[in-house]
Structures are given as C-alpha cells and as structure tokens.
C-alpha cells in the first residue's frame, strides 16, 4: 500500500499512522454540513482527512485537530502544512481528555474509537487504536456537550450497535439527535454504520441511508456523487 493516499485537492501522508483513510473518514468528511461554521473541532484527527476535507468544503473555517498518537500526530501536521489551507488548520498533540480548550466550536467532528475493551484482546495497532471503555466513551460525550457552542454541530460515525448504545442510554444527554444516515455496505445487507449529527436543538430527525456498493459490486451512484468532490479516483470505473 502507498504511503500517500491522493485526494483531488490535497494528499494523506498515512505511512506510520495506525488508522488509514478509509470509507468511515470518507462517509463522514463529505457528509458533515459545514455551513455558517467558523471555528472547528477535530477529536482524534488522525492523519488528519476529516479536517482537510471540511476545510476544502468550507473556504472560512479554522480548525482545531487534537492527536495524542506521534506518528499520526506527525503525519497530520505534514498533511497539514502541504494542502491548500495550511492557514486555517492546526494540530495539537495531546489527550483531548486533558486538553486546555479557549473556546467553544460551532463544528465538533470525529471518527472515534468504537469497540468497548472487552470486546477483543487484539494487539494489532490498527485495531487497538480503534478500542475504548464505556467510561472513557461517556467521558467523550461530556467533553463535546462542553465544547459545543450554543448553535453548534456535532458529528460522529459509529457501528450500529454502537449506534443503539448511544441511543438506548442517551450519552449525549442534553443534545438531540438532528440527522441519521444509516450506511448500508452492499444491496441486500445490514446497517454497518450510522453517522449522526446532534445539537442543542429538538428538530424532526432527517434520516436517510446510503448503499454503498450493488450487487455486482460497483460502487453505487449515490456513493460516488456524494464523494466525487474529494475522490481522486473515478469510483465508477474501479471493479469489486
């Protein structure tokens, strides 16, 4: 696998980082609504993707990305300072649990870890990195709840299940849930994913679902407009 991973505006130096870019990070980075949002949050960034492709949707926004991990923290910081917005983007190495935080963010995004320990006893990096505990969890939606200005957007993928934890128990507490899209892998198959968005206000829930393969395999029209702005490569003539 490259080390470089192309979008049509910006590259993703992704060699020592634990995460590599893929469906989760592109789902979410192309459907978070980044209007009117001047001032964002990136917790657990990564190499960094979410935040480039909010800042290539959003001219304006400044955004904050907090990495605990130094290889991805590394990584990030070059994608940052070689994409087109290397003024607008910064990273902080750090716990964002510990974090000193000078403001509050109309924008708070993240991919976060979403396997509870327990789960699995797997010592693959990649997957370790993808592993918390319920307390640690429960801890995150404080911190967002802190974070997030008044008329502000948080967004977040998670599995299904997951999906149902939140739900079920109301982490997120005084948020409400303002848009659900429900990810399906292939036709025919079950809810993978869920990628929510929340805020301070009560709305009717926008819910919708996208496949993102047919049958045969190909990518689905619905996958590919959603990400032709950032996808380097034409999806539509990439086989199963």
């Not at 992704?14 to 964002?40: F, Y």
């Not at 395999?217 to 086989?239: F, I, M, P, S």
Request: glycine share 4%; with cysteine.
């Amino acid at each position: 696998m490259s080390s470089i991973f192309r979008f049509k505006k910006f590259e993703i130096l992704q060699e020592h980082s634990a995460l590599k870019v893929g469906t989760d990070a592109m789902l979410l980075g192309a459907l978070i609504d980044t209007n009117q949002a001047s001032h964002g949050l990136d917790l657990g960034s990564g190499t960094g993707v979410l935040s480039l492709m909010v800042a290539q949707q959003n001219e304006s926004i400044c955004i904050d990305a907090i990495e605990e991990h130094a290889e991805s923290y590394s990584e990030c910081k070059w994608n940052f300072q070689n994409s087109p917005w290397q003024n607008r983007l910064e990273v902080h190495k750090g716990n964002y649990f510990s974090f000193s935080f000078q403001r509050k963010y109309d924008l708070i995004f993240s991919n976060p870890p979403f396997y509870f320990e327990k789960e699995s006893h797997t010592k693959s990096n990649n997957l370790t990195s993808k592993h918390t505990t319920k307390e640690d969890f429960d801890r995150f939606a404080s911190l967002v709840i802190s974070q997030l200005s008044n008329e502000g957007k948080f967004w977040i993928i998670v599995p299904f299940n997951l999906y149902e934890y939140i739900v079920y128990y109301s982490i997120f507490k005084s948020l409400f849930i303002n848009c659900l899209v429900f990810i399906i892998p292939k036709q025919n198959k079950n809810i993978t994913r869920v990628v929510m968005c929340f805020s301070f206000y009560e709305t009717v829930i926008d819910k919708s679902e996208i496949i993102l393969r047919n049958m045969d395999g190909l990518y689905t029209d619905a996958y590919v407009d959603l990400t032709k702005a950032y996808h380097y490569n034409n999806l539509k003539e990439l086989g199963t």
